[in-house]
């Protein structure tokens, strides 16, 4: 029978690392809740000022809850992870700091933090008369790579990571190649909102509660991950998406264009050359996921995803 569990976020850890003990051992099928904290690692308050920005220390790394072993995965598996909820905390953050971010440090020289509002679940609160509606995600979510030592949290690998898809809310499903046994699965990183890309490197970060339920594909062999939303990614019904990572956007563009070549030559019967037409009626890479990718990769290697019809 399938089991619903917890994992508090007491203890985290700040980069992949395929040595790291698991905290949970879970089935195939199980379902935990894995409370996160926000990438600040707990370092704003309500109180915070614009000089606590200023003031906060180097980046260390996002603080994720995990790992968790699932029972049976081995490499060559994918995980199939399904975002049952994400529960906002009361309040999140954005913070400017000089020097990251799109624009150059001349036009943003000081440090800003704002707060958000977020108590009541529906949307984020700035003031102003200003409200964005809540679209929870958690940003990082990955499991351990098959190469020893410890890598960075910061850009999005083909273990997943900190992909910042915001279409993975609630009702969606990422697809993660596993690359050792037990999988080792990661969770971090919380959004209460964000846009195509995190323009002055921050979105409205916040800690949160995440429910997941976690099974497996044997044999699936995934080579980077895959999603299908829960519900439009831009306009019409749910979609399938694929992801391609690395530092040129154009070869990246290129191996997410094979990837759903792939997915529409295994899933739907298609000849190659009928879903690589379908690519290009489909717009290979999709204009708004272009302007993502490039914009992730003011601060990370980029990702592009690509997404066709019904899943």
């Known amino acids: 029978m399938a089991r619903t569990q917890r994992l508090d976020r007491r203890l985290v850890h700040y980069e992949w690392n395929n040595a790291l003990a698991p905290r949970l051992e879970i089935e195939p099928g199980d379902t935990v809740i894995f409370e996160t904290r926000d990438a600040a690692d707990g370092y704003y308050t309500l109180a915070s000022t614009h000089a606590d920005a200023a003031a906060r220390g180097p980046f260390r790394g996002h603080p994720l809850t995990g790992p968790v072993r699932v029972q049976g ?5 994918a995980l199939v992870v399904e975002i049952l909820d994400v529960k906002p905390a009361p309040f ?7 020097g990251r971010g799109l624009l ?7 440090a800003h933090l704002q707060l958000w509002d977020l108590s009541d679940g529906t949307h984020a609160r700035m003031g102003h008369g200003i409200a964005v509606p809540i679209e929870p995600v958690p940003g990082v979510m990955g499991v351990a790579l098959d190469e020893p030592g410890g890598h960075s949290t910061m850009p999005p690998r083909k273990n997943g990571g900190n992909m910042d898809v915001k279409q993975l809310t609630r009702g969606a499903t990422l697809y993660l190649p596993v690359w050792v046994p037990g999988a080792l699965l990661s969770v971090g990183d919380a959004h209460a909102a964000q846009g195509d890309g995190e323009v002055c490197v921050t979105a409205v970060e916040m800690s949160a509660e995440v429910t997941l339920r976690v099974d497996l594909q044997p044999g699936r062999r995934l080579r980077e991950p895959q999603l299908r939303t829960g519900g439009p990614l831009g306009a019409g019904t749910p979609h399938f998406a694929t992801t391609a990572h690395g530092p040129d ?16 030559v295994e899933e739907r019967g298609l000849a190659r050359e ?5 690519e290009r009626r489909r717009r290979s890479p999709d204009q708004r996921d272009r302007r993502r990718a490039q914009l992730d990769r003011l601060r ?10 019904r899943p």
């Open 73 to 77: 995965a081995a490499p060559g598996d």
């Open 249 to 264: 956007l154009f070869a990246a563009a290129q191996q997410a264009v094979r990837y759903m070549i792939e997915h529409l």
């Open 274 to 278: 009928e879903a690589y037409i379908l």
């Open 92 to 98: 999140g953050w954005t913070a400017i700091r000089p």
């Open 300 to 309: 990370l290697p980029p990702r592009v995803d690509l997404h066709v019809g």
């Open 104 to 110: 150059p440090e001349a036009e943003f020289p000081k």
